[in-house]
């Protein structure tokens, strides 16, 4: 298995839209700008006109975000989020997933989902149930949950140590797998009227579980879908996610700032998989991208000169404060970084002095809050159609991602650009498809049919198949 190429041999270029159902993913503040349509996330128009447009724009797939638990590390309380509304209030991801796939043929739809806090009993067949209704378009993304408040809301003081909660995650996924897998055989389902047998008992099985974690004696009760397992998404970093990954993930989402960094993270990605015994290329990488674009430069340059108004850097610190586990409320907002004593901070900060070419500069942790204030923590590619086609390419040739998460710093805005001013260019320059690839998600990602591949763990779970 390798890089999927296009029609003009060259490497493609994948995309997926990065979205959470929220009203604040990862630019805090820019819903207020009077472009924004984010305050509609909880209705299903709203969802359906995106994924309507993602699948005008031929993208992959919509990866939609998660979490279970407000950010409430900044200040030692949910406040600071509750006004700028950093990812809360926030919704149920599974639910819009249908009326997407109602109004569209192949966008692909990555939902975000915990192994913490749910059985994977009813789990599996929420997941199998959907790959039914989407004809075999969704993937998982698999989380271990890294927010304190949601493992107090579900009655724990705090959440697993870290490379526990993977311990715990890996039996997760195999009883999910010997669900979907291993418990129905392909042909179990006859419905035969005459008969008036629907499923013949002897061709379902129990699955016998009998782990560290669950128990799960029974049968599966989802008849086999398109893809018995939706793709497995995940975006571990540590070594024991990466180990995580290179045994379970098909396709790996990324947040590097910097083009050295992405390089970096992707080769230990490929190792980890070349390590679990399978091809490093059978995992598609996606690293996470903001582009503000328009029909030339200077209106691109326009455009993010607006948006940077109404960035809110409390909403960037309560962000920020969530993902590194430090309360940066502690700080003065014109402090320099140089006096805060926290190697955490001192080297993001490093880190993003070296993505933005301002390294010489004395970095206040304002600075730090208004630079994740459009795009989140990942790089912003500013420029026309040409312009960004090109970075992205030159990310790609010198990185070896796969392709891209693309936040949107306003929605469906953000959206609408990429698709009118950077897809056509990628096309020309023969980097991006021009029509969709039959079948599931799994066969449009990797063109090797619809379930998981021999060289997979979970492929050992499966049922002997017809044929």
């Keep these: 298995m390798t890089y999927p190429t296009t029609e003009a041999g060259k490497r493609e270029i994948l995309f997926n839209a990065f979205d959470m159902n929220c009203v604040v993913h990862q630019s805090p503040g820019l819903w207020r700008h009077p472009d924004d349509r984010a305050r509609e996330y909880n209705t299903i128009g709203y969802w359906t006109e995106v994924a309507q447009i993602l699948e005008r724009g031929l993208f992959d797939g919509?990866?939609?975000?998660?979490?279970?638990?407000?950010?409430?590390?900044?200040?030692?309380?949910?406040?600071?989020?509750?006004?700028?509304?950093?990812?809360?209030?926030?919704?149920?991801?599974?639910?819009?997933?249908?009326?997407?796939?109602?109004?569209?043929?192949?966008?692909?739809?990555?939902?975000?989902?915990?192994?913490?806090?749910e059985h994977p009993y009813p789990f599996s067949r929420r997941l199998g149930t959907l790959d039914h209704l989407t004809g075999g378009r969704v993937g998982w993304n698999v989380v271990t949950g890294y927010l304190p408040s949601a493992a107090q809301n579900m009655g724990q003081d705090d959440q697993m140590e870290h490379d526990r909660r993977y311990d715990h995650a890996d039996e997760y996924l195999e009883v999910v797998y010997k669900l979907l897998e291993g418990s129905w055989e392909d042909d179990a389902v006859v419905a035969d009227k005459a008969s008036g047998v629907f499923t013949d008992p002897e061709k379902v099985h129990r699955i016998e579980h009998h782990g560290e974690f669950f128990k799960t004696p029974g049968i599966g009760v989802v008849e086999p879908s398109p893809q018995r397992t939706p793709v497995i998404y995940q975006a571990g970093a540590s070594t024991r996610g990466r180990a995580f990954a290179g045994k379970h993930a098909e396709a790996m989402f990324i947040n590097p700032p910097t083009k050295e960094?992405?390089?970096?993270?992707?080769?230990?990605?490929?190792?980890?998989?070349?390590?679990?015994?399978?091809?490093?290329?059978?995992?598609?990488?996606?690293?996470?991208?903001?582009?503000?674009?328009?029909?030339?430069?200077?209106?691109?340059?326009?455009?993010?000169?607006?948006?940077?108004?109404?960035?809110?850097a409390e909403g960037g610190l309560v962000l920020m404060s969530g993902w590194m586990g430090i309360d940066l409320s502690q700080f003065d907002l014109d402090q320099p970084i140089g006096d805060v004593k926290s190697n955490a901070i001192q080297s993001t900060v490093e880190t993003f002095q070296k993505a933005s070419g301002r390294e010489d500069e004395v970095w206040t942790v304002r600075q730090l809050a208004e630079w994740v204030g459009v795009g989140g923590f990942g790089p912003v590619i500013i420029g026309d159609g040409p312009s960004a086609a090109q970075q992205l390419i030159e990310w790609q040739e010198e990185t070896d991602v796969d392709g891209f998460n693309l936040a949107y710093h306003i929605t469906p805005g953000t959206f609408e650009d990429v698709v009118e001013h950077v897809v056509p260019e990628l096309q020309r320059l023969g980097r991006y498809k021009t029509e969709y690839a039959p079948g599931t998600l799994r066969n449009k990602l990797f063109g090797a049919g619809d379930h998981l591949p021999e060289d997979h763990h979970g492929a050992q779970f499966q049922l002997r198949r017809k044929g």
């Design 62 to 117: 919509l990866f939609i975000a998660d979490v279970l638990g407000p950010y409430d590390v900044f200040g030692s309380n949910p406040d600071a989020a509750l006004r700028s509304g950093a990812q809360i209030p926030l919704q149920d991801p599974f639910l819009l997933v249908s009326a997407m796939a109602a109004v569209t043929k192949n966008l692909g739809f990555g939902i975000t989902a915990g192994t913490a806090y």
């Design 261 to 312: 960094l992405a390089k970096a993270s992707v080769a230990k990605i490929r190792q980890s998989v070349a390590d679990a015994g399978r091809d490093p290329y059978s995992v598609r990488i996606f690293a996470m991208q903001t582009i503000v674009t328009g029909p030339d430069n200077d209106a691109a340059q326009a455009k993010y000169d607006d948006l940077t108004q109404y960035i809110d």
